[in-house]
């Protein structure tokens, strides 16, 4: 059975600093892993996906995700923050039917 | 632009009576196109795959009878929620693979009164 955990139900960051947001999943093959960014009552915008290939996976918005088997992870990154950069964030594992995480809300200071 | 859009974006209804919300793919055919529902503040679920021009296919613990979906056409997946009560209130999302990519809906929030 396939499953995603984000740790982190919500993050504070403040504008122009880092963030970082964790991805750990669970998938019986290779797995397509999917970063979602959700603004409030809107539907989901894909932000970056892996599939095979390099690890390192670059996204739209500034994003990126590094895919590490070892760890089961696929954690997702941006250098520096921008206050519309506040929004829910999903990990997602599968290859069509997509099993996600709980989501991690981000919130982003002046 | 979209790629996929859903309507209605919102819609209220009386307990008890019945509410359909489209999915659509914008210039695309999709032969498979995805149900999720998303209680506040939580994940999105996976309720059912539909299928153009088949059954749809429900996941474990998913009232077929409760949610009627229907893939029509390659373009058009609709989902009804039938005698709904204020426990189907929610927001509804569709996906739609094309050409091997999925692409998200705008989500339909449905409120029962």
């Known amino acids: 059975a396939q499953s995603v955990t984000q740790p982190d139900i919500h993050i504070t960051v403040s504008e122009g600093a880092s963030l970082e947001l964790r991805c750990n999943y669970s998938y019986g093959a290779t797995p397509y892993l999917f970063w979602y960014v959700q603004s409030p009552g809107q539907g989901l915008q894909l932000l970056l996906k892996?599939?095979?290939?390099?690890?390192l996976v670059q996204g739209i918005k500034g994003f990126e995700a590094e895919f590490k088997r070892s760890q089961s992870s696929f954690n997702l990154r941006k250098p520096s923050v921008h206050w519309s950069d506040a929004a829910e964030y999903f990990c997602?594992?599968?290859?069509?039917?997509?099993?996600f995480g709980a989501g991690t809300t981000v919130t982003v200071r002046a | 632009g979209a790629v996929v859009s859903q309507h209605p974006s919102r819609v209220i209804c009386k307990s008890g009576t019945s509410v359909k919300i489209e999915c659509r793919s914008l210039?695309?055919?999709?032969?498979?196109m995805f149900w999720y529902r998303q209680f506040p503040k939580q994940s999105l679920m996976l309720m059912a795959t539909s299928n153009e021009g088949s059954k749809a296919t429900y996941e474990q613990g998913v009232e077929k009878d409760k949610f009627l979906i229907n893939h029509a056409s390659l373009t058009l997946s609709t989902l009804t929620v039938t005698s709904a009560h204020p426990e189907d209130s929610s927001f509804y999302i569709c996906?739609?693979?094309?050409?091997?990519?999925?692409?998200f809906g705008e989500g339909s929030r449905l409120t029962v009164l």
């Open positions: 996906s739609a693979r094309i050409t091997g990519e999925l692409f």
């Open positions: 892996y599939f095979s290939g390099d690890t």
């Open positions: 210039d695309f055919q999709a032969t498979t």
């Open positions: 997602a594992v599968g290859d069509y039917k997509l099993s």
